[in-house]
């Protein structure tokens, strides 16, 4: 028997009930929640284990920065509907925090700190919240649109402002 896709909607909708701002399909068919950061525990707890729900699986975790806001997007699989949600929820961009997901989903511990190295996106509760790709003492996030790269690290000229100011000129050799 197949689900439609108005009827996981609605089941979305029921479930997660106030805590979802909107829910909607996309153009690609997958479905679209938007909850409140405060809610976004309870609402991937429901989605995860909620009855003719079961998104179980995560297919990753990422941070946006939409300049006045920040959010991070959770995609999530339910292999029983064959059906896939995008679960966002912005965040303040002064003090972005939002509760870690790890107890909910063990494989999300890189992802999140990922985004917290990228963006700065805190995760209250992680186990190991430090930097992934970059060094500790890097300063600011490389993924904000307002983020001004260093000229140099270390004592080693970055190169980047270079290619920010003058684009046609990248890859090309200075010699």
């Not at 679209?32 to 525990?41: A, G, R, T």
């Not at 300049?67 to 679960?87: C, M």
């Not at 995760?123 to 790709?133: C, E, S, W």
Request: charged fraction near 25%.
């Amino acid at each position: 028997m197949t689900v439609q896709q108005t009827d996981i909607i609605k089941a979305i909708k029921d479930r997660l009930g106030a805590a979802a701002q909107s829910v909607e399909e996309m153009k690609n068919n997958d479905i679209m929640v938007v909850v409140e950061k405060d809610s976004l525990v309870q609402a991937m707890h429901t989605l995860k284990t909620g009855e003719g729900l079961r998104f179980t699986t995560l297919m990753n975790q990422l941070g946006a920065d939409y300049r006045d806001s920040l959010a991070v997007i959770y995609n999530l699989y339910s292999p029983t509907l064959r059906q896939k949600v995008t679960v966002k929820a912005f965040l303040d961009r002064e003090q972005p925090e939002v509760h870690s997901l790890e107890n909910l989903f063990r494989g999300i511990n890189w992802y999140e700190r990922e985004t917290y190295d990228m963006l700065g996106i805190r995760f209250a509760g992680h186990n190991n919240l430090k930097r992934l790709l970059l060094p500790e003492d890097w300063s600011g996030f490389p993924l904000r649109k307002d983020y001004v790269y260093p000229e140099s690290y270390g004592g080693i000229e970055t190169g980047r402002t270079d290619l920010l100011d003058n684009p046609i000129s990248a890859g090309k050799s200075h010699v």
